[in-house]
């Protein structure tokens, strides 16, 4: 089971990569799952950024509410250490978006 979706993960990030583009009705169906286990495997696909996992959230799921938003960047950027990040994009991230 985790070889299949290590598979599936690498071929969503090959198609992402290759810049092609499905209609909405696709994307919003099978694309969703593999978006979702590419940005979930994604340190296991030596991948980093926010690429798969951005596109999984504007594509997939609710837009979230600024506070939300605000939320999640506050907490990456306060615990970037335990979760293996570097640089300071989400802190970024967070001051331009939630600080006004």
């Known amino acids: 089971m985790l070889l299949k979706k290590a598979?599936?993960?690498i071929l969503a990030s090959v198609f992402l990569l290759s810049g092609n583009v499905l209609p909405?009705?696709?994307?919003?169906?099978?694309?969703?799952?593999?978006?979702?286990l590419a940005c979930e495997?994604?340190?296991?696909?030596?991948?980093?950024?926010?690429?798969?996992?951005?596109?999984?959230?504007?594509?997939?799921?609710?837009?979230?509410?600024?506070q939300q938003v605000c939320q999640e960047l506050r907490a990456a950027?306060?615990?970037?250490?335990?979760?293996?990040?570097?640089?300071?994009?989400?802190c970024r991230r967070y001051r331009e978006t939630c600080r006004r």
């Open 41 to 66: 495997n994604k340190r296991q696909l030596g991948e980093q950024g926010e690429g798969n996992c951005q596109r999984y959230r504007q594509m997939c799921q609710r837009q979230p509410s600024r």
């Open 7 to 9: 598979v599936i993960a």
């Open 77 to 90: 950027c306060m615990h970037k250490g335990q979760l293996g990040e570097q640089g300071e994009g989400n």
């Open 24 to 36: 909405a009705a696709a994307q919003r169906g099978g694309q969703c799952e593999e978006l979702r």
